[in-house]
């Protein structure tokens, strides 16, 4: 059976869905292990899961403290996205750093590529003013630094490969394995989470972490996180 998942308000910004805690240790030597970073950023959220830099600043650096053994003799598949190209040089660091440190860790870090309902090309918008925030508003929806960052006169598209998560996960996962979604898209969420629940793959995933972000659904951000988050237990 999978894991509950459990809604808990951090902010008035963001609905986090955080696991129970897990006491499965010994069945880790059966379960294959996944974790699916889905805005991957500098690269940051992968440091700070895998335990090799815990303070990395990232806000959500608090939401791995529950999960499973992610040292060095840990065996995790990763599936990294990233859309923004400004961050290729660090997330390629990324990769030698958990090839180095995390010996038998998989690590698919996708850059220039972000995460949907379907595999096509899109136009990704990107944040060019909030560079002290490693430019958190880029996205694939006109978010409100996407708009700042045109008016500025910086204003920038860049066409990227996008990929169905779904499909993803159908592909890689079954039933049994151990599986870690933590999403930080931008208001992407709302789309990744409704298809996962219209085509069952929701199933497959133990655990989603969700930053959820105002959307152009004229639904309170709370309330639609506790609706979803009541459809999605009543899969587990």
Request: aromatic fraction near 10%; glycine fraction near 6%; hydrophobic fraction near 40%.
């Amino acid at each position: 059976m999978k894991t509950r998942i459990i809604p808990t308000h951090t902010n008035t910004r963001r609905l986090l869905f955080n696991p129970r805690k897990l006491n499965i240790p010994n069945e880790l030597a059966r379960l294959r292990t996944f974790f699916f970073d889905l805005g991957a950023n500098k690269g940051d959220s992968i440091m700070a899961f895998s335990g090799i830099q815990e303070n990395t600043g990232l806000s959500t650096s608090s939401w791995f403290g529950t999960l499973p053994d992610r040292g060095p003799s840990s065996e995790w598949e990763v599936f990294a996205f990233e859309a923004n190209p400004v961050f290729n040089t660090l997330l390629e660091q990324t990769r030698e750093i958990l090839k180095k440190e995390r010996p038998n860790w998989k690590a698919h870090i996708f850059n220039e590529s972000a995460i949907g309902t379907e595999d096509q090309v899109v136009t990704f918008h990107l944040d060019t003013i909030n560079a002290e925030h490693s430019f958190w508003g880029s996205s694939l929806r006109e978010s409100p630094d996407v708009i700042k960052s045109r008016k500025s006169g910086n204003g920038k598209d860049v066409q990227v490969q996008m990929y169905s998560l779904s499909r993803l996960l159908k592909e890689n996962c079954q039933e049994g394995d151990l599986v870690i979604v933590k999403m930080d898209v931008e208001g992407t969420e709302y789309d990744l989470i409704k298809d996962a629940l219209a085509t069952g793959c929701n199933a497959l995933v133990d655990i989603w972490l969700v930053e959820w972000h105002p959307g152009p659904e004229d639904v309170h951000i709370n309330a639609l996180g506790w609706i979803l988050g009541e459809k999605l237990r009543k899969w587990f």
